[in-house]
Each structure stands twice: as C-alpha cells, then as structure tokens.
C-alpha cells in the first residue's frame, strides 16, 4: 500500500471535505481516506498497482476543488 497527501484547494466547510471524502473513496484501488480542511488536505492511502496519485488528483479536481 502506498500513502500519498495531496493539497486540496477550494474547501469552505465540512460539505466539501465530505465531498473530496466521497470522490477519492469511488477511485478504484483506494483504501482509506483521510481530509481535513484546515489545512486543507487528503491523505490517501492506495494500492500502487490500481491507481496512482496523478488519478486521484484528477478525481479531486473533477470533484471541483483544486488539487496539488
Ligand atoms: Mo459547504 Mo463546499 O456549504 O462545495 S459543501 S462550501
């Protein structure tokens, strides 16, 4: 299992940390999601041979907050 923390951009309250929550749990290979939103962050943990941190970027971003 691979651990990555990407910084997440955009979340105003609880509703958004529940949303990127919920977007990153949907990507196949994922784990355990963690994400807080002061600092506003989500630590993923995921299998490296189902996905990797360039698609869970992508899923956060397609959840519309921005993702680095
Ligand atoms: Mo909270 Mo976030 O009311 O998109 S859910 S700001």
């Given amino acids: 299992m ?3 923390t ?7 309250c609880q509703g958004c ?3 990127v929550t ?3 749990q949907a ?6 999601v963690n994400v807080t939103l002061t600092p506003g ?8 041979q189902r996905t990797d941190a360039a698609a869970l970027r992508q899923a956060v ?4 907050f921005d993702a680095a």
Avoid: R
């Fill in 2 to 4: 691979t651990q990555v």
């Fill in 6 to 12: 990407i910084q997440v951009g955009g979340m105003s």
């Fill in 17 to 19: 940390v529940k949303g």
């Fill in 22 to 24: 919920t977007a990153l």
């Fill in 27 to 32: 990507v196949p290979g994922v784990q355990a």
């Fill in 41 to 48: 962050a989500a630590t993923v943990d995921f299998d490296p």
């Fill in 61 to 64: 971003e397609a959840a519309g």
